[in-house]
């Protein structure tokens, strides 16, 4: 089964989990879906693409995964998917960073 195109990636890809503070609808997983393949067609770290996929997983997980056997993650590219999170958190009303919840 390959979930949000992850199976184009090798399995020693890189994954970020962001988790969500509630449910989103599926309004919001769609738009957030489109959203994540806008962010990671476009994704750069230091000039070069990286390959990434990413999405929302059981309705408050959303998840990215990186090739960096392709291209490394450095801290500048982390901190494009930071503020992408943080952007798209705005928008729904959504906190993806409250790590006091399980």
């Known amino acids: 089964m390959d979930i949000l195109g992850f199976n184009s990636l090798p399995p020693e890809s ?30 750069t770290v230091h000039g070069h693409e990286m390959q990434a996929k990413g999405g929302v997983l059981h309705n408050c997980i959303w998840v990215l995964a990186a090739n960096e056997a392709f291209h490394a993650a450095s801290g ?15 928008k729904l009303d959504v906190d993806f960073f409250n790590r006091m919840l399980i």
Not at 17 to 42: C, G, M, P
Not at 76 to 90: E, L, M, N, R, Y
């Open 14 to 43: 890189r994954v970020w989990l962001y988790l969500a503070d509630r449910v989103l609808t599926q309004h919001e997983i769609e738009w957030l879906d489109k959203e994540s393949d806008n962010f990671t067609q476009q994704w």
């Open 76 to 90: 500048c590219g982390i901190d494009k998917t930071v503020h992408f999170v943080q952007d798209a958190g705005s």
